[in-house]
């Protein structure tokens, strides 16, 4: 099978690569420029939200696990002491 393109026709495929090719270009980098847009938006959410709630309850958490933490070396220096009477 032999494919035969016209001078007319090649012609015609050029120009249209001509005239088209820039919009395609610019349409991508378009979309590329919203889809980094929306993602640092995305990130800017998330990094808010860790700021606001979860480094305070991680905070908390750790507060109470340090208390908690010197509540039993305490019982247990108490225990030993009883022990040794």
Do not use: S
């Not at 015609?12 to 005239?19: D, R």
């Not at 980098?29 to 959410?45: G, H, P, Q, S, T």
């Amino acid at each position: 099978m032999q494919i035969h393109i016209t001078n007319d026709a090649l012609l015609l495929i050029g120009i249209l690569i001509v005239v088209f090719l820039p919009q395609i270009h610019l349409l991508l980098i378009f979309a590329v420029y919203a889809f980094v847009e929306e993602f640092d938006k995305l990130c800017a959410k998330v990094i808010k939200f860790t700021c606001d709630y979860v480094f305070p309850l991680m905070c908390l958490y750790m507060l109470c696990l340090t208390f908690l933490k010197m509540a039993i070396f305490v019982y247990n220096d108490f225990k030993n002491l009883l022990d040794e009477i």
